[in-house]
């Protein structure tokens, strides 16, 4: 990669990262070394079959684990050594997950859902203050009106736009997304899809993690894991573009987020 | 970051969404506690109920009361009570002469006879007793008047009427100057005595006929030894006294060496208080220890439906950490829930408790005692239950990986 002298801000700087799994006598690479940076407002897609070490790759990326071997430095943080504590506190300020099978609470209204993350947050704002956030954000993901259903009247659609929302409703550094489509019919995939390009159209960094290439190819870069490396590292330039048609209110952070995510 | 710690309000919010959430589970994880609980409460007031009714029955023999019995007081050896009785009417006045720690004395005699008023007649118990009577047994006459020294000392045809005689044989009359006749021998009812209600044994105390001892003894039975002599002490203090007193005039009168066998037994209120008291313990401490194990068993349930409860919610923990839960949220939400469904199934398996006791009372007759100390214990166990058993499927929640967590199927 060609770094340009006025660099972007960097919210992934990964170097040197290796997981090795102990199975018994057996070890196992799953990653064998990985260097990867990404920039503040990048849509970056990973790509590559199972067994590739996509998913170790994700779960390190995601602060759900710890590399064995090697540095992370997700939004400037070095977040490679952290303990099982600090690491919530890192998902829950810098990371906005979302995943194939939309992990809503059941029986829990799309509001709830959203204002989860600020709960554990250490934010201390007012219920008021956090039922507002998660209403500005199902607003951003087009589920005005949609607040009180609960998961189950929703449509996976639906139920995948909540969870969007809770992802952003932190303001996080980037958006990690796993299959965000993978549980969902193409036109529906197409409406997800378009809501992670518009919300990176407004800034926010997105990493979708996938095996379908037809969704890859909605990122502004791909990268190919394989048997543990990164095996090839692109720039679409004409990328796919999604359905924008249903997404209403997609706009800049709410400044309030934005001003505590950061301090 | 303004502070590490989440503020406890949240985790209390987090907890009462998730057991609203299951309302079925949660009741189910309760109900262990509410049927406890509730066991607890009832059992105690019902064990409460017994004692107190034992207390008030050996209080309703009598203030500072002492019997004295004939025959052996233990069975050494091959010795034992004959039958013949060894007391007399002397023994009785001179009881009263000699000992100054005694108040009252009455000679006791016993007899059964059926009753005839007019048409109606009545089986019952007839004793035989002085004009102290009333006195030692703190039993007076609702109706009319208890007989005098000059009936006992003339063996006059008298006598006074327990309620239960007189509400069989003058039901719809005064019994107080009717006649009934006893073994053909009319008497003249004086009164009526005061309801005394049962006995130890569960004997109605007010099915008796109560007469002159020298009028029962001549007219009746036609024996010449008493059955018994009912005494009082002078005060509580002095019923020690009083024993030492009886016991060395009846060694003279009887010429029984001081450290001969006696052929008199003596038995005081307060030795049958302690004597039953042994009982009610042991019956309080069986039924502290089946409400014990009730509880345990209430405990345990919500250990055990709080495991299932976090192996089926695993995907929710799982949800909970992706997003910034740390380990020790989770074990506060779940240990909050599990003392939240302990508190609350306590406080219903109180109302459980009191309603169940209530409803005892009123249709079973039984005396009941809700103590609030039995409340707060419970309450206090409940809590403690929550706590106890439900910190163990809480830290196992706490420990799980959310990576794990969160493909769990």
Known sequence: MVHEPNDPKKVIEIHGLTKVYEMGEVEVRALAGVDLLVDEGEFLAVMGPSGSGKSTL????????????????????????????????????KIGFVFQSFNLLPRTSAAENVELPLIYGDLGWSRAERRKAAMDALFRVGLK????????????????????????????AMLLADEPTGNLDSRTSEEIIGIFQSLNDSGKTVVLITHEPDIAQHAKRVVTVRDGVIQNDEKIQQHRVGVRDNVSGIGPPVPAIAAEATS | MKSSVMRISNITMVGLRAIARNKMRSFLTALGIIIGVGCVIAVVAIGNGATKSVENTINSLGTNYIMLFPGA??????????????????????????????????????????????????????????????????????????????????????????????????????AAGQIVRIKNVPFKVLGVLEKKGGNMMGQDQ????IAPYTTVMKRLSGKTKIDMIQLSAVSADQVQQAQNEIDAVLRQRHR????????????????????????????????????????????????????VSVTERTREIGIRMAIGAKGRHVLLQFLFEAVTLAIVGGALGIALGIGASLAVKRFLQWPIVVTPASVALSFGVAAFVGIFFGYYPARKAAKLDPIDALRYE
């Open chain 1, 58 to 93: 994700m779960n390190i990326l995601g602060c759900l684990d710890r590399p064995t071997d090697g540095t992370y430095l997700l939004d400037g943080v070095d977040v490679s050594t952290l303990n099982r504590d600090e690491r919530a506190v890192i998902r829950n300020a």
């Open chain 1, 145 to 172: 009106g949609r607040e009180h259903s609960h998961s189950s009247q929703l449509s996976g659609g639906q139920q995948q736009r909540v969870a969007i929302a809770r992802a952003l409703v932190t303001n996080p």
């Open chain 2, 73 to 174: 007081a233990t069975s050494s050896g091959a010795r034992m009570f004959t039958g013949n009785s060894t007391l007399t009417a002397d023994d009785a006045d001179a009881i009263k002469a000699e000992c100054p720690a005694v108040a009252y004395v009455s000679p006791t005699v016993r007899a059964a006879a059926q009753i005839v008023a007019g048409e109606l007649n009545w089986g019952t118990s007839i004793q035989g007793v002085s004009v102290d009577y009333p006195l030692i047994r703190s039993w007076n006459v609702s109706q009319g008047t208890f007989f005098s020294d000059q009936d006992v000392k003339g063996a006059s045809k008298v006598c006074v009427l327990g309620t239960t005689v007189a509400d069989n044989l003058f039901p719809d009359g005064e």
């Open chain 2, 206 to 209: 007010d099915d008796t006929v």
């Open chain 2, 256 to 307: 029984i060496a001081p450290n001969g066998d006696a052929d008199f037994q003596m038995r005081s209120q307060e030795e049958i208080a302690q004597a039953s008291g042994a009982q009610t313990a042991i019956l309080r401490i069986l039924l502290l220890v089946i409400a014990g194990i009730s509880l345990l068993v209430g405990g345990i349930g919500i250990m055990n439906i709080m495991l």
